[in-house]
């Protein structure tokens, strides 16, 4: 078992390149003991929520509408002490997804609400409903939903506790009320102190079907390490599709030694507001002190051999 451990300086992880900033806020929160890994989850991802900036990596107050021009939100958050768990899907009029997800964890009598129930919790929560964020705009032309479906996933690991949350406004067009993996347990995230976290990203309506968060989980807790049960999830998939072409997919894990694993099926992915091209899946981890946030790239590779 890999439960228990002490580290001696936190771990945090994001899904794709821009995740730099909420990793870094995360790291340094609990860098500083400013509050516990759920605080320094929640208060990262808010950063990219609340950045209309952030758009084009279709998270937050930016992201793109659904097909009838209403921007849907899921989030959800995971304590890994205790497997407490709060998600929204197809909130509208709230910025920080995550924050009411948050809420539903610690207030609510459920662990996940949906559309307008969600957003009347919201309320009652003392959350600001925003004009500009219910009201439906011109729908964009329809485009290849592909890179770019970037799931905002980060996990963080202090003190032997672990935590994984992740926000999305999903696909662009999608049909209203559409819910992907982000906000479901075992599939877009996962995480238990005795074995550890991990996030998904990508075609969440093919990822859902393989609820590879758990797998990967579940393989650490049996104590294998992140990065051998990340190829080992992803390589189960790709078994499974046979001849079938691979979705897009990306993963990235944490196990409670503090090692980190990454897998993919993206052979490049070019950022959407940089115009930088990395040859595999970027991804970020908080090293602390004076490097603060190292960009890594994962290559799919793994998935192309020993199958």
């Known amino acids: 078992m890999l439960f228990g451990v002490t580290m001696s300086k936190p771990i945090v992880v994001g899904t794709w390149?821009?995740?730099?900033?909420?990793?870094?806020?995360?790291?340094?929160?609990?860098?500083?003991?400013?509050?516990?890994?759920?605080?320094?989850?929640?208060?990262?991802?808010?950063?990219?929520?609340?950045?209309?900036?952030?758009?084009?990596?279709?998270?937050?107050?930016?992201?793109?509408?659904?097909?009838?021009?209403?921007?849907?939100?899921?989030?959800?958050?995971?304590?890994?002490?205790?497997?407490?768990?709060?998600?929204?899907?197809?909130l509208q009029g709230v910025s920080k997804a995550i924050s009411v997800a948050t809420d539903v964890m610690n207030y609510s009598?459920?662990?996940?609400?949906?559309?307008?129930?969600?957003?009347?919790?919201?309320?009652?929560?003392?959350?600001?409903?925003?004009?500009?964020?219910?009201?439906?705009?011109p729908v964009s032309p329809p485009g290849g939903d592909g890179q770019g479906s970037d799931t905002l996933g980060v996990?963080?690991?202090?003190?032997?506790?672990?935590?994984?949350?992740?926000?999305?406004?999903?696909?662009?067009?999608?049909?209203?009320?559409?819910?992907?993996?982000?906000?479901l347990p075992g599939c877009g995230l996962y995480a238990d102190n005795?074995?550890?976290?991990?996030?998904?990203?990508?075609?969440?309506?093919?990822i859902l079907k393989y609820c590879p968060s758990f797998h990967t989980v579940y393989l650490m807790k049996q104590g294998s390490s992140a990065q051998v049960a990340c190829d080992q999830v992803i390589k189960d998939i790709q078994r499974r599709l046979g001849k079938k072409r691979m979705f897009e997919f990306a993963l990235i894990a944490v196990d409670m030694k503090g090692n980190v694993g990454a897998a993919t099926s993206v052979p490049s992915y070019t950022d959407p507001k940089t115009g930088v091209t990395y040859e595999g899946f970027p991804y970020t981890v908080y090293t602390g002190g004076d490097h603060g946030v190292e960009t890594r790239v994962?290559?799919?590779?793994?998935?192309?051999?020993?199958?």
Do not use: W
């Open 17 to 90: 390149a821009f995740s730099s900033k909420p990793v870094l806020i995360a790291g340094n929160k609990l860098a500083t003991g400013d509050g516990s890994c759920v605080d320094a989850v929640k208060c990262g991802i808010n950063v990219v929520e609340e950045d209309a900036g952030y758009g084009d990596y279709f998270v937050g107050r930016g992201g793109p509408r659904n097909k009838d021009g209403y921007l849907e939100q899921d989030a959800a958050i995971m304590d890994g002490c205790n497997l407490d768990f709060g998600a929204v899907t197809g």
């Open 155 to 183: 996990i963080a690991l202090s003190n032997g506790n672990i935590c994984a949350g992740v926000t999305t406004s999903g696909k662009r067009n999608k049909c209203a009320g559409r819910v992907g993996d982000s906000a």
């Open 194 to 206: 005795q074995g550890g976290a991990a996030c998904c990203s990508g075609d969440g309506d093919q």
């Open 298 to 307: 994962q290559s799919c590779d793994q998935l192309l051999t020993n199958v």
């Open 109 to 137: 009598e459920h662990s996940m609400l949906t559309g307008g129930g969600t957003t009347a919790f919201a309320v009652q929560r003392g959350h600001d409903i925003e004009a500009q964020l219910i009201q439906a705009t």
